[in-house]
C-alpha cells in the first residue's frame, strides 16, 4: 500500500493510480481489516495503490476508476495473490464413486427379467395378516366402548339423567307424580 505525501508521484504516474477509501462505513471497514496496517488513521487524503486491485476492478479510461463495491486483495502478506478459492462444503465430500463394473449391471438386468410382478404371497402370510388385522380391529372397538362409558360417567349434565326418572329425585330430592 502506498501512502504518499508527494503530490507529483501520484499526479504524474502513467501505471498507477491511487484511490481513496469508500465514504460507505461497511465497504469502508472491510478495507480497513484487509489493509492490515497497525495505527492507520484514514484521513481524507489517506489512499490505496491500483497494484493492490485486480485489474479487472479497475476501470481504465481518462480518469482510473475502481469498480462499485471493489476490495483491495494484493498484499505482501499474500504474495500479491488472489486467495484460493475454497471448495464449498459438496465439493470436499468423499462420496462412493458411481462405477458399476459390468457383472454389477448384469446382475441387476437378471434380477429385472428374472422378477415376478405378478407374484402372490403365500397363503399363510394373508392369514397371519388378516388375523392381526381382526385382533386390533377388536381392540379398537372395545376401546371406543371404553371411551363411551368414560365420557357418560364424566358428563354431569341433565342428558345423563333425562332417561331415569329415579336418578332426578335423587340429585334434586324432588318428587314428581305424572299420575295425578
Given amino acids: 500500500m502506498v501512502l504518499s505525501k508527494r503530490k507529483n508521484v501520484k499526479k504524474f504516474n502513467s501505471t498507477v493510480s491511487f484511490h481513496h477509501f469508500p465514504k460507505e462505513e461497511t465497504l469502508r471497514k472491510i478495507w480497513i481489516r484487509i489493509v492490515r496496517r497497525e495505527n492507520l488513521v484514514i484521513k481524507r487524503t489517506t489512499t490505496v495503490c491500483s497494484r493492490h486491485f485486480v485489474s479487472t476492478d479497475v476501470i481504465q479510461g481518462g ?45 441387476v438386468e437378471l434380477l429385472l427379467q428374472c422378477h415376478d410382478y405378478d407374484a402372490k404371497p403365500e397363503p399363510s402370510a394373508l392369514d397371519i395378516a388378516c388375523e392381526k388385522i381382526e385382533a386390533q380391529q377388536r381392540g379398537i372397538e372395545e376401546l371406543q366402548k371404553r371411551l363411551a362409558e368414560v365420557t357418560l360417567k364424566q358428563s354431569f349434565g341433565l342428558e345423563r339423567f333425562l332417561a331415569s326418572d329415579d336418578d332426578i329425585r335423587f340429585y334434586t330430592r324432588y318428587i314428581m307424580s305424572y299420575d295425578t
Fill in 63 to 107: 480518469q482510473r476508476r475502481l469498480k462499485e463495491g471493489a476490495v483491495p486483495v494484493l498484499f505482501a502478506w499474500n504474495d500479491y495473490s488472489l486467495p484460493a478459492v475454497r471448495p464449498s462444503v459438496w465439493e470436499r465430500i468423499q462420496r462412493p464413486g458411481d462405477e458399476s463394473t459390468e457383472e454389477e449391471e448384469m446382475d
